[in-house]
């Protein structure tokens, strides 16, 4: 391990408090083709899964008519047009300015639209410091495969072993032990209680989520791990 490894942040739900935004996103979408009555518990099913790959899942579930492409337009379009609300943790903003001040090479894997990531981090003033972006539209496949961890890295031209990813839901701490890097794992507390099976790969879980999140103590670990 590097004495100065890149960290690869996940975006929603990681970074940013995007979750009940991209909730309602998909409750206006799937409302828009006939289906009412999308619940928070129903979006929690798909934290962590790339977008695409929850339209696909929802389309196969209530017999949706339309191409996925175009119901990626439809909840971008939504998702966009909350997205200036988004906030980012404050024990996160901490740890990105500090680690962006230390000299570590940053980015963003998110299995989100490019111009999501881009208007989230726009919204938070993140955008200075993590200008090296992956989105689900770079790569094939979505979390749990690692190929948005592993595009990241070569972005950031540096060994996967070299990285430390930052994730809050179990199909990104998977991604990460399949592209060979560290993890630090938030679950996400907006949902139902994680299933720490899930998060048993990662090198340090903040059991508690965001509110446990302690910048100072995983900027310990990364450097002494």
């Known amino acids: 391990m590097s004495s100065m490894p890149a960290v690869i942040f996940d975006l929603d739900?990681?970074?940013v408090d995007s979750e009940p935004l991209y909730y309602e996103a998909g409750r206006r979408t799937l409302e828009r083709y006939g289906v009412t009555g999308f619940t928070w518990e129903?979006?929690?099913?798909f934290i962590g899964?790339?977008?695409r790959e929850t339209l696909e899942a929802l389309r196969d579930r209530y017999g949706i008519d339309a191409p996925v492409e175009e119901l990626l337009a439809v909840k971008n379009g939504h998702y966009l047009e909350l997205a200036a609300a988004t906030e980012v943790f404050p024990a996160m903003r901490a740890f990105v300015e500090r680690l962006s001040a230390a000299g570590h090479p940053l980015a963003v894997a998110s299995g989100s639209s490019r111009s999501?990531?881009?208007?989230?981090l726009k919204a938070t003033g993140l955008d200075a410091l993590l200008s090296v972006?992956?989105?689900?539209?770079?790569?094939g496949r979505g979390k749990p495969e690692p190929d948005v961890f592993l595009a990241a890295a070569r972005l950031l031209a540096v060994d996967p072993a070299d990285c430390v990813v930052v994730?809050?839901?179990g199909p990104g701490v998977e991604a990460a032990r399949r592209a060979g890097m560290r993890c630090i794992a938030v679950?996400?507390?907006?949902?139902?209680?994680?299933?720490?099976?899930?998060?048993a790969s990662a090198g340090m879980v903040f059991p508690g989520g965001q509110p446990e999140f302690d910048a100072q103590r995983a900027y310990e670990w990364l450097h002494t791990a």
């Open 42 to 45: 129903e979006h929690c099913q």
């Open 13 to 15: 739900g990681t970074l």
């Open 167 to 169: 994730e809050d839901a």
């Open 116 to 120: 999501a990531i881009e208007s989230a």
């Open 133 to 139: 972006r992956v989105s689900a539209e770079d790569v």
């Open 49 to 51: 899964i790339g977008t």
């Open 187 to 199: 679950p996400y507390a907006g949902g139902p209680a994680p299933d720490t099976d899930a998060f």
